[in-house]
């Protein structure tokens, strides 16, 4: 009797032990109290991106400013004059008062008046300031017939007057003397214009051109004036 309950006292103490109040048991779970907290990581705040104001510059590279527009006023304070303005011109006065042109003016480039006169606005032109004024004028050439076998040509400068061009001064270069080009060199005398065209020989038959004929022209009003000239022999 003695050892049997040495025996049921000894499976008792071995058995299996209660949790003490707040000890956690082997699932992991506690008993009756209360989880502790789990603690939050604390978050470091994200710094903003910032967007740049303007595009990075590539080192070595210049940032290349766009140039202003040429407004195309001139130094006087009009605005240059254009060849295309010529087509619509004016033809009175200037030195062109002999051919009867009062009140006359060019529509697209051509005037027809009384007794078959008519006059054509050739296509050669030169814009620069010839006149002095400091406004870009115009030089142009108009061939004249005047109802015979004739063709006339005259060498003319609109004054850039607040934009429009006005008759100034004229020169003729003669009988079927066709204009070849007109220019103001870049590298010449201020207010002087280069015309090329043909003519011939004080000998010749005015029928033919036999030379190129190359003259520096200067205006004094009513009148443009030739410097001097040079001559080339010319066949057609």
């Known amino acids: 009797m003695v050892s049997a309950g040495l025996i049921a006292g000894l499976v008792v103490a071995c058995g299996p032990k209660e949790p003490a109040p707040g000890e956690a048991t082997g699932s992991g779970k506690a008993g009756t109290a209360s989880e502790p907290p789990t603690a939050t990581p604390t978050k470091t705040p994200a710094t903003p991106t910032k967007t740049p104001d303007s595009p990075a510059k590539t080192p070595g590279i210049p940032v290349k400013t766009p140039s202003p527009k040429s407004s195309g006023t001139a130094a006087g304070g009009s605005k240059a004059l254009s060849c295309g303005q010529l087509q619509n011109a004016s033809l009175e006065g200037g030195g062109l008062e002999g051919y009867g042109l009062a009140g006359a003016a060019l529509s697209a480039g051509r005037w027809e008046g009384a007794d078959g006169l008519v006059i054509e606005l050739q296509p050669q032109c030169a814009i620069g300031d010839i006149t002095g004024d400091g406004a870009a004028d115009a030089v142009g050439a108009l061939k004249i017939s005047t109802g015979g076998t004739g063709r006339f040509y005259?060498?003319?400068?609109?004054?850039?007057?607040?934009?429009?061009?006005?008759?100034?001064?004229?020169?003729?270069?003669?009988?079927?003397?066709?204009?070849?080009?007109?220019?103001?060199?870049?590298?010449?005398?201020?207010?002087?214009?280069?015309?090329?065209?043909?003519?011939?020989?004080?000998?010749?038959?005015?029928?033919?051109?036999?030379?190129?004929?190359?003259?520096?022209?200067?205006?004094?009003?009513?009148?443009?004036?030739e410097l001097h000239h040079s001559d080339a022999p010319y066949a057609p």
Not at 168 to 183: F, K, M
């Open 154 to 225: 005259t060498l003319v400068t609109w004054r850039n007057d607040a934009g429009t061009p006005v008759p100034a001064a004229a020169a003729e270069l003669g009988d079927r003397t066709p204009v070849v080009s007109i220019d103001f060199p870049p590298a010449g005398e201020p207010r002087q214009v280069t015309v090329v065209y043909r003519t011939r020989g004080d000998d010749d038959p005015a029928a033919v051109v036999t030379l190129t004929r190359t003259a520096v022209y200067a205006v004094s009003e009513p009148a443009m004036v």
